[in-house]
């Protein structure tokens, strides 16, 4: 089942744009990661990976954010249903 409308997709991508100026992604990226984890998961992934992106001074290439990020949203779903 699919977690998330549109508009959510769209205000994801809002989000990725503001954190990470100038690297663009797929709406198949943000459709992948919203099929697979909540919206709010979704944005606390890319939160998280901003911070790294800060950390090293902006030395993470768009693969490694993506990595990075996917790998955060997975561990936080997992501790998601992990509690219930």
Same mark, same amino acid.
């Given at each position: 089942m699919i977690?998330?409308?549109q508009q959510d997709i769209k205000e994801l991508k809002e989000t990725w744009e503001g954190l990470f100026p100038g690297t663009p992604l797929s709406d198949t990226q943000f459709f992948i990661w919203v099929v697979l984890n909540d919206? &709010?998961?979704v944005k606390q992934g890319m939160v998280t990976a901003a911070r790294k992106y800060l950390k090293l001074e902006g030395k993470m290439d768009? &693969?490694?954010a993506i990595r990075f990020a996917s790998r955060v949203m997975n561990r936080l779903t997992d501790e998601k249903r992990r509690a219930l």
């Open positions: 977690k998330a409308t919206p &709010e998961i768009r &693969e490694y």
